[in-house]
């Protein structure tokens, strides 16, 4: 069964912890995406990578880190610099030597208190 | 420039009505144009795409029409179903560099049965 997986579905932490969200694809794409989505807002892009021990800063990097080690995997650490933590996060993957297209996870939904 | 406008914000329509989501941008170095669908708690799934070298693009109920020279583009769907209520994405990127999409802020579709 090919996709994106993320875990966990829902995330709980308590302010001033940092936090790491796990996103594994098995669709041998070479690039992968985090986003962060808030209510009423479209999805705003925090790091991307376009291949492996490769990536840039998207627009809201401010307070989050990334390592791409693998292919396959793309966690995204949450860190107490960030101000508002408390969000939806979704992977993405996309071939790009292929197409352009990008397939989303189904999302983990961090609660900082 | 990097920003794509969506409108309405939200949207109501009548079992079997058309459902028009209008997107438009500035950047004209754009030249692929996502639209997604995402239901509460879930990632966006890919509806359909265009690139600008065509006016339009059919796949069963949902088109996309696509007017280059006034930077704007919609998503039409055809007889609306309580089934399609989601909010709808629409994203812009450019296929050279980076391919980092860009996305409006989304529309919240609901079909009355």
């Known amino acids: 069964d090919g996709g994106i997986t993320q875990s966990p579905k829902y995330l709980f932490r308590k302010e001033g912890q940092n936090v790491t969200l796990s996103c594994e694809q098995n669709?041998?794409?070479?690039?992968m995406y985090w986003y962060r989505q808030d209510p009423g807002q479209g999805l705003r892009l925090i790091y991307y990578s376009q291949i492996v021990n490769d990536f840039q800063k998207g627009d809201i990097a401010e307070g989050y880190s990334v390592s791409r080690e693998k292919k396959e995997s793309f966690p995204l650490t949450v860190t107490s610099a960030q101000k508002n933590p408390t969000a939806f996060y979704l992977c993405?993957?996309?071939?790009?030597?292929?197409?352009?297209?990008?397939?989303f996870g189904p999302g983990t939904r961090l609660t900082v208190t | 420039q990097q920003q794509v406008k969506q409108s309405p914000q939200s949207l109501i329509v009548q079992k079997g009505g058309i459902s028009i989501i209008n997107c438009a941008y500035e950047?004209?170095?754009?030249?692929?144009f996502p639209w997604y669908q995402q239901f509460p708690g879930k990632g966006p799934a890919l509806l359909i795409a265009i690139r600008p070298d065509v006016s339009e693009k059919k796949e069963g109920r949902f088109t996309i029409s696509f007017n280059k020279s006034a930077k704007q583009f919609s998503l039409h769907i055809m007889d609306s179903q309580p089934g399609d209520s989601a909010t709808y994405f629409c994203a812009a990127a450019t296929t050279s560099g980076t391919y980092k999409y860009i996305f409006g802020t989304g529309t919240r579709l609901k079909v009355l049965a």
């Open positions: 669709l041998n794409h070479d690039a």
């Open positions: 950047n004209t170095a754009f030249d692929y």
């Open positions: 993405a993957s996309s071939s790009n030597r292929y197409s352009y297209e990008q397939y």
